[in-house]
């Protein structure tokens, strides 16, 4: 029994969705993000040419109620070398609303966030295109919020959409007084390898005060190669539930490990 305790455990760890780290405002609430055929969940590295056209959305339960998801750049570069990183609004749509009924996309059964109104986007979809300056990879977060029949909270988030750059999300949705239902951030790199030495700003509720902290170091964009697979460098994410799996001697000892450990139980 104990042995089946630790593989859920460990199973159910590689399916959470969410914000990227030290991210504000925080979500560990799953919520399905595909372009084309392509899942784009948990920091996942994606290419700029597939993240060119508004992604589907969708959750793992139907909700009830009108949402509204904001899409955030929080990786924008400082002006000044060494400087703090600040964020720029991608995207900003009210209406959306649960299918009646459930739908597989990408491999995964979702019910698909759909704007039957038409509402007008309170601000349209801007292509993720990170420059060739430190920060070398942008994590571009998206957050579901309860806008359900709340009309002054619809109010305060157009508003503060009118302006994209210098945005800070966490302000923003303190202000409206909403609640975030879900949460998920992607990648994508400009294609270079860049020295990265710049201090990345993470938004805290307040009169522009933010909590700080800088990293050095190099990594290296995903490739593709000519028969469409992807390589990166850095630690394997999880895809939508299911882990990636990368070769190595590491990883099979790992695995033999922890089939003898499970034996042992």
Do not use: C
Request: glycine content about 10%.
């Amino acid at each position: 029994m104990l042995s089946s305790t630790i593989l859920a455990v460990a199973l159910a760890g590689a399916a959470i969705a969410f914000t990227p780290s030290g991210f504000q405002p925080s979500s560990t609430q799953n919520m399905t993000v595909v372009f084309g055929n392509t899942l784009a969940v948990n920091g996942k590295e994606m290419q700029k040419a597939d993240v060119a056209k508004a992604p589907t959305l969708g959750t793992a339960q139907r909700m009830f109620g009108t949402y509204t998801v904001m899409m955030v750049d929080p990786d924008i570069p400082p002006a000044t070398a060494g400087g703090a990183t600040s964020e720029l609004l991608h995207w900003m749509q009210a209406g959306l609303v649960s299918s009646n009924t459930s739908t597989t996309v990408a491999g995964v059964t979702t019910f698909e966030l759909i704007n039957p109104m038409n509402v007008t986007a309170f601000a349209t979809y801007i292509q993720p295109s990170p420059p060739d300056k430190a920060p070398n990879t942008h994590r571009y977060t998206q957050l579901l919020l309860n806008t359900t029949g709340n009309t002054s909270a619809l109010t305060t988030l157009a508003r503060f959409a009118m302006t994209r750059t210098n945005f800070s999300a966490v302000n923003v949705v303190n202000s409206a007084g909403v609640k975030i239902i879900a949460g998920n951030s992607f990648d994508v790199s400009n294609g270079t390898l860049v020295q990265s030495n710049i201090t990345k700003t993470t938004s805290v509720a307040g009169s522009g005060a933010s909590a700080t902290g800088t990293g050095t170091g190099t990594r290296s964009s995903a490739t593709s190669s000519s028969n469409g697979t992807v390589s990166s460098t850095g630690t394997p994410k999880s895809t939508g539930g299911a882990s990636e799996l990368t070769t190595g001697g590491a990883l099979i000892a790992g695995l033999g490990a922890l089939a003898a450990a499970l034996i042992m139980l």
